[in-house]
């Protein structure tokens, strides 16, 4: 059974720091690269970090270039989405994405950043 379970969202302060995880069981996890997406309240659901599967390059939505970034552990099935520097427009709930999920979406994991 194909799942990615996303985790480690909270409610933190504008500059400051979560490092979200995405643990993935199913499939060949090493085979596959990986993205982030967020939707904020109100909005729709955008890109923010992806991460290829052979090489491990990656690239980011400019809204987020510099202060998050994208890696993964391919021992522990595992991605993350290190985010500093957060400020309010981040606040949304972060979801993880793989070709393998097909349309399917996790449960997502929330993020607010505010005072």
């Known amino acids: 059974q194909v799942q990615l379970v996303e985790s480690g969202g909270g409610l933190v302060q504008p500059g400051g720091s979560l490092r979200l995880s995405c643990a993935a069981s199913?499939?060949?996890?090493?085979?596959?690269?990986f993205s982030w997406y967020r939707q904020a309240p109100g909005k729709e659901r955008e890109l923010v970090a992806s991460i290829t599967g052979a090489r491990g390059r990656t690239s980011y939505a400019d809204s987020v270039e510099g202060r998050f970034t994208i890696s993964r552990d391919n021992a522990k099935n595992t991605v993350y989405l290190q985010m500093d520097s957060l400020k309010p427009e981040d606040t949304a709930v972060y979801y993880c994405?793989?070709?393998?999920?097909?349309?399917?979406w996790g449960q997502g994991t929330s993020v607010t950043v505010s005072s």
């Open positions: 199913g499939f060949a996890f090493s085979s596959y690269g």
């Open positions: 994405k793989s070709p393998p999920m097909g349309l399917s």
